[in-house]
């Protein structure tokens, strides 16, 4: 598992399987959450993440794939793509400086 500082994340990517539908909407959500921070917000297919996203968001079934996509990042997990408590989460640590473990 890696950590971040929250205030060290530049680039998160919400990481899907097959259609973007879903992980669009999110990653329009977060984006308007997380742009007043400095922070840019894309998608990407889970077994192609950028080497530069510092945080990944995706699916629990599909975290596996995803660390080993992004082996540097930090992988926080979701069950719900909208209103779970991870994103919370993740928005409050960039808010705060606090760490993330994932």
């Not at 926080?76 to 408590?85: A, C, E, Q, R, V």
């Amino acid at each position: 598992m890696n950590t971040i500082n929250g205030s060290d994340i530049r680039r998160v990517i919400i990481a899907c399987d097959a259609g973007m539908g879903s992980s669009a909407l999110l990653t329009s959500q977060l984006s308007q959450a997380l742009s007043a921070f400095g922070v840019t917000v894309g998608h990407a297919p889970v077994d192609r993440v950028p080497a530069d996203a510092d945080l990944v968001l995706c699916h629990r079934a599909l975290a596996d794939r995803a660390r080993a996509s992004a082996p540097c990042s930090v992988v926080k997990t979701f069950t719900m793509f909208l209103g779970d408590p991870v994103f919370a989460e993740v928005v409050e640590s960039i808010k705060a400086n606090a760490r993330l473990t994932g």
